[in-house]
T-cell receptor, first 114, second 114 residues
């Protein structure tokens, strides 16, 4: 158990809909990272927050947005969903704000768009 | 354009023998490299890392080798154990770039045969 929790575990929704994925980092970790893993693909970095502020941005679509709240949990919002958005979404956390920090991953949320 | 490639999608090795997983990258500016292991239905877990100022780093049965001129890193597992059966991802980053993002490979599925 990494100490990072993600809810829900599974999500099935229709095209055009909007969903919110939630992540609670390990106690004491200030950074939260979001990743997308599509079928047979590596992990694609989406976005990082550090202590409530956006720290780095990767290949995140404009239809996607995220935020980190004062209690340090984070939410990833996916809107106008398309079939291609079906993937595993992982959240990770680390103590510091740099990518050389060891990241602890949650178990992921599997999103299926039908 | 894949900046990080793991050209072997799968690898089978007998228990007790050496497992060698390979990773190639394209950008010589990358200067920090990591390996993660992922079991089914779990998030990735950090395994070992190496900075570009080194060419080898060991942690128990796991050794990572870095060949900067060839832009190649490898993970050696000796001796391999059935519990090592998992998907292994390499990741690269350039902490000095300010963009602070990981780029992951697509993974190699290792199966250690008892």
């Amino acid at each position: 158990d990494s100490g990072v929790t993600q809810t829900p575990k599974h999500l099935i929704t229709a095209t055009g809909q909007r969903v919110t994925l939630r992540c609670s980092p390990r106690s004491g970790d200030l950074s939260v990272y979001w990743y997308q893993q599509s079928l047979d693909q590596g992990l694609q970095f989406l976005i990082q927050y550090y202590n409530g502020e956006e720290r780095a941005k990767g290949n995140i679509l404009e239809r996607f947005s995220a935020q980190q709240f004062p209690d340090l949990h984070s939410e990833l919002n996916l809107s106008s969903l398309e079939l291609g958005d079906s993937a595993l979404y992982f959240c990770a956390s680390s103590v510091g704000q740099g990518f050389i920090d060891e990241q602890y991953f949650g178990p992921g949320t599997r999103l299926t768009v039908t | 354009d894949q900046q990080v490639k793991q050209n072997s999608p799968s690898l089978s090795v007998q228990e007790g023998r050496i497992s060698i997983l390979n990773c190639d990258y394209t950008n010589s500016m990358f200067d920090y490299f990591l390996w993660y292991k992922k079991y089914p239905a779990e998030g990735p877990t950090f395994l070992i890392s190496i900075s570009s100022i080194k060419d080898k780093n060991e942690d128990g049965r796991f050794t990572v080798f870095l060949n900067k001129s060839a832009k190649h890193l490898s993970l050696h597992i000796v001796p391999s154990q059935p519990g090592d059966s998992a998907v292994y991802f390499c990741a690269v980053t350039h902490p000095g770039s300010g963009t602070y993002k990981y780029i992951f490979g697509t993974g190699t599925r290792l199966k250690v045969l008892a």
